[in-house]
């Protein structure tokens, strides 16, 4: 009796060869009584020759628009309060990634997967953030402009699968340096992220 089962390669496409992809993520939206948030993005990946290194170029773009409360000193008091600011919010990351699939030449060797862009992977997170931002306590009538300049740059370690013929979901983890430009809010930390969406 033949089995109802899918091969599980038809659903992770594991032996196709890719040299190159676009990928689209489904796009984050939410509504609200006071706020709204959509979040999209887009990347380009692609190998070098028949090696498993590759570039993956990636954009992505937040916007909120809405009232969010901050925590803060008031003029005539010793405590902190909570106030409520109108806030218009864009927050856009340019990415370049150089990525190493350190599984890939072993699993093709057993027989497991092919010359594709799936797999683990490790490699360096080079990160460009710009926030603008535009906010209105309502106690005067002038908006608070705030525009910042952001570079993240380390290591990084993730794992990428296609799925079915056009889907495909992203992981990955880096360490990063961050650099804040006019700023003394320099630190080091973790920055993760998920793509789930279409690829083409």
């Not at 993520?25 to 999209?40: D, W």
């Amino acid at each position: 009796m033949k089995s109802k089962r899918r091969p599980l390669c038809d659903i992770l496409l594991c032996d196709e060869d890719m040299t190159d992809q676009w990928k689209i993520k489904i796009p984050e939206v939410s509504l609200g009584y006071y706020l709204y948030r959509t979040r999209a993005g887009v990347a380009y990946e692609r190998k070098i020759k028949t090696t498993p290194f590759s570039l993956n170029f990636q954009y992505d773009i937040s916007l909120t628009k809405g009232y969010s409360y901050t925590k803060g000193r008031a003029n005539y008091s010793a405590y902190e309060i909570y106030g409520s600011d109108n806030t218009k919010e864009i927050s856009q990351f340019f990415t370049i990634q150089p990525r190493y699939y350190f599984l890939q030449k072993r699993n093709q060797m057993r027989g497991k997967s092919g010359n594709s862009l799936s797999g683990f992977y490790t490699g360096i997170n080079a990160e460009y953030g710009l926030y603008l931002g535009q906010h209105n306590t309502g106690i005067g009538p002038i908006d608070v402009k705030i525009t910042k300049h952001t570079l993240y740059s380390g290591l990084l370690l993730g794992v990428q699968q296609r799925l079915f013929r056009h889907g495909y979901l992203d992981f990955n983890t880096s360490f990063n340096h961050k650099y804040e430009f006019l700023s003394s809010g320099n630190s080091t930390g973790f920055r993760g992220h998920l793509g789930l969406g279409f690829a083409f």
